[in-house]
């Protein structure tokens, strides 16, 4: 992920913090000469509004409230935090993710997956340094094939320093989508840097699917135009265009890390229009099970 609005600035540990403060600060409504979709799915937002977050920074309901509205999002997949499956009350219907600490804690899933009040995991690779594979994690994966919910992982890279890099790459969810075809497997952020490989392993795989959340962060309108539709726009193009499946990409934005609206915005000109009530809304629902 770039940095907003540090031009031409990798993100490494600063990204969290100033990207929250300065998305607060900004003005909102700048250009956007591309229409919003009628209604939106949010395939990643979080929502701890207590500050506690690694993400970093305190925002609100309201505030979600607020950037769901004027982005036309109808619907949220929530990511808890590491080690969490307490849901969140949020404005609009959503499905929750038990969030994956370094330790799974499998019978709180387990009694969360039970009693529907969560309806699909978070692995957060790179943060906990355990590989999509790790026998930690099959329990987990066993409770999600039980339930018929989806595995979401985030990939590439990450706002904090000292997750490792080589447990986010996505090459290695292949192996993991070949090894539990009865497990769905949502690839977050499209692997970034590691587009090319995302978008590879979702294509090639019946079982994976794949969101281009937070490729850059911040509100995309502050953006130099050409750092946009390199880092957001082409690439979301590239996977597109490579995965050569309209039901495989998801709209995600990362919320409150991204302004949703502008990121809608340049998620919808890498899409043609025909096709954008299936990767900002169904294919979400249809994914997700809303
Ligand atoms: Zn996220």
Redesign the pocket.
């Known amino acids: 992920m770039v940095a907003w609005p540090f031009i031409g600035f990798r993100s490494h540990g600063r990204r969290g913090a100033l990207a929250v403060l300065l998305l607060v600060l900004a003005p909102s409504g700048c250009a956007a000469d591309h229409p919003l979709p009628d209604r939106v799915l949010d395939a990643?937002?979080?929502a701890a509004f207590d500050g506690a977050e690694s993400?970093g920074g305190t925002y609100s309901a309201a505030e979600m409230e607020r950037a769901f509205a004027a982005a036309n999002v109808t619907g949220a997949v929530v990511?808890l935090p590491r080690g969490s499956a307490g849901t969140r009350d949020v404005p609009v219907p959503s499905r929750q993710c038990a969030g994956i600490g370094p330790e799974p804690d499998v019978s709180g899933v387990a009694a969360a997956l039970e009693a529907d009040a969560v309806a699909c995991i978070k692995i957060y690779l790179g943060y906990v340094h355990r590989a999509p594979d790790d026998a930690a994690y099959a329990p987990i994966y066993d409770l999600a094939a039980r339930h018929g919910v989806p595995v979401v992982f985030?990939t590439g890279d990450t706002s904090t320093s000292d997750a490792k890099l080589k447990y986010a790459h996505p090459l290695a969810l292949d192996e993991l989508a070949v090894d539990r075809r009865d497990m769905t497997i949502v690839i977050?952020?499209c692997g970034n840097p590691w587009i090319e490989t995302a978008a590879e392993i979702a294509y090639k795989n019946p079982n994976v699917y794949i969101e281009c959340?937070?490729l850059m962060t911040g509100d995309m309108d502050e953006l130099d135009p050409e750092h946009l539709e390199r880092y957001v726009t082409d690439a979301i193009r590239y996977v597109w265009g490579y995965i050569e499946d309209p039901s495989k990409l998801m709209f995600g934005s990362?919320w409150p890390?991204v302004d949703i609206e502008s990121y809608v915005r340049a998620y919808a000109a890498a899409i043609p229009p025909e096709h954008h009530p299936a990767v900002f809304h169904d294919n979400a629902a249809r994914v997700f099970g809303f």
């Open positions: 990643h937002v979080h993400a990511m985030h977050a952020h959340s937070a990362d890390l």
